[in-house]
């Protein structure tokens, strides 16, 4: 009886933890191209945002690099930086450019203050006196899409326009003001077809719930040979049994799963609106715990299978505030805990994403080792949720809140981070952007319960890897996960839900396979 009470309590407590490493669902590599369906177009005024690099020269040496943005108007700018020329800034004089520069001009990119006149004005007044592009300083950090006014007449402009950050437009400012010779490249790069870090995440994902799975089925099958020893030998021990395994695994029912919807929706906005460095601070804190605490669980799990460390496995030792505690659990603890401190410390750094992924992946194991859907009702429930989740924080809350929250939260806009720790990250290689390709937990750990219960089911059903549903319930996540990688290259970096392409898969394969044996069974 004392099991039937604990359960709900540590379901709760489960539902929260997966709720919380999970509200973040999303596969990113960063805008830079940038489609607008909002801002108008017509003849000569259509071009994509595009970003654009603008690596400066002052008396010949090479300076600081600075990122614009490309207007809706004007030529294509170069995208490989050896076929962009390099020319010579003047500052505008009158500053706004909204009429003919004093200063004559013979091929210079021209240096102007935003307002006053409209961008298309200041283009051609620049284009008519000779300049051979046109860098528009903000009235603030950061970049404003350049369009057409709606009551222009037709646009027809030949030379770049590209926007410049106020504080990087008042640093080439300062430097023309001293007369030094200040010189600028302007390109657009684009970002290779296949980006290796994608490549990287597909199989840390996939390889990740291929572990998680088969532990869950090696823990699930043990269990049950140690039932049925124990069914055989007396019934007694067999209660104690379930009483003492209840505190080991939690099973989730078809309202938690509902109620996971509810609670990372809360989660998520409280991250959206209390997003800073002080709450960012809170996560990581919570991250390295829960981090440490599934490398120890991994580490522990993995060392026990060796005879080397068996006996540590099964010696305890009985600490106040902690119970028994294994040998073996004593001595890895210190090495995960310091782990999850240096990666806390150094996080910052440009190697820190390594020690996020390892935490990040032990972590994702136990969870799914821990929290498991009891049958296939319930896992359909859950990704069903999660399906609606994703497309709602990533797509419609745009219309709410005027960005999406879920793209917002991972990239940590506001923050002085670079987005929250619930998330597996590695640098993109090869890619003149640099940047990380990142996914969200809950776009492994939500998917990953369902797996682990096909397997659960075929190792305990004594079905083949070939006749089971294991099998190709993976490689609809993979196929799934895939097509998640080719509509973010399709869409040019722009965050994609990734439940909006692996649910359907994994659902429609498992779900027609399950409706197939029981067809076979009646």
């Not at 005024?45 to 943005?69: A, M, Q, S, Y």
């Not at 806390?344 to 820190?352: D, G, K, L, N, Q």
């Not at 219309?399 to 597996?424: C, K, Q, T, Y």
């Amino acid at each position: 009886m004392e099991a039937a009470v604990a359960i709900p309590s540590r379901a709760v407590l489960a539902l929260v933890v997966i709720s919380l490493i999970s509200c973040v669902s999303l596969v990113f590599a960063g805008d830079i191209v940038h489609h607008d369906d909002v801002a108008p177009t017509r003849p000569g005024c259509d071009n994509n945002f595009v970003l654009v690099k603008v690596p400066t020269w002052i008396d010949d040496r090479e300076e600081d690099e600075f990122v614009g943005v490309g207007a809706r108007f004007g030529p294509t700018l170069e995208s490989k930086e050896k076929d962009a020329d390099k020319s010579r800034i003047a500052l505008a004089d009158p500053s706004d450019c909204c009429t003919t520069p004093k200063n004559k001009l013979t091929g210079e990119t021209i240096l102007v203050h935003r307002g006053n006149c409209s961008f298309t004005t200041k283009a051609n007044v620049a284009e008519a006196a000779g300049a051979s592009a046109i860098l528009i300083i903000n009235n603030g950090t950061e970049l404003f899409k350049m369009v057409c006014e709606p009551d222009e007449p037709d646009v027809s402009i030949g030379i770049p326009v590209v926007m410049l950050p106020q504080d990087a437009g008042e640093s080439l400012k300062q430097n023309l003001q001293k007369n030094l010779n200040v010189f600028v490249q302007l390109y657009s790069p684009k970002r290779p077809l296949v980006d290796v870090a994608e490549v990287f995440l597909w199989l840390m994902a996939v390889g990740t719930i291929l572990c998680a799975s088969y532990w869950s089925a090696w823990s699930a099958r043990e269990a049950a040979i140690e039932q049925d020893k124990l069914l055989k030998d007396g019934s007694d021990e067999y209660l104690n049994m379930e009483v003492s395994n209840s505190s080991g695994v939690v099973e989730i029912n078809t309202t938690s799963a509902i109620v996971f919807v509810v609670i990372a929706s809360c989660f998520l906005v409280m991250l959206y609106k209390w997003m800073s460095y002080g709450f960012i601070e809170v996560l990581v804190v919570l991250f390295a715990i829960g981090g440490a605490e599934g490398l120890q669980t991994c580490l522990v799990a993995l060392l026990s299978c060796f005879k080397l460390f068996e006996q540590a496995a099964k010696t305890y030792v009985k600490i106040p505030f902690l119970g028994a505690v294994s040998y073996l659990t004593l001595g890895v603890s210190p090495f995960c805990v310091t782990s999850a401190v240096v990666w806390a410390v150094y996080r910052r750094f440009s190697f820190a994403w390594i020690g996020q992924d390892i935490l990040g992946v032990a972590l994702i194991i136990t969870v799914i080792q821990i929290i498991q859907v009891p049958n296939l009702k319930v896992g359909t429930v859950l990704l069903s949720c999660a399906f609606l989740y994703d497309i709602f924080w990533v797509f419609v809350s745009k219309w709410m809140f005027h960005e999406s929250v879920m793209i917002v939260v991972a990239r940590g806009d506001n923050s002085g981070e670079d987005g929250i720790p619930m998330l597996l990250k590695i640098p993109r290689m090869f890619d003149p952007w640099g940047g990380y390709s990142i996914i969200g937990f809950g776009d492994i750990i939500l998917p990953g319960l369902l797996v682990a219960f096909s397997l659960r089911y075929d190792w305990l059903s004594n079905k083949s890897l070939r006749a089971g549903y294991f099998s190709w319930t993976m490689i609809a996540y993979g196929l799934g996960l895939l097509i998640t990688y080719v509509a973010l290259n399709l869409m040019d970096g722009h965050g994609q839900p990734a439940l909006l392409y692996i649910v359907p898969f994994t659902l429609v394969n498992i779900c027609r396979d399950f409706y197939n044996i029981g067809n076979e069974e009646r």
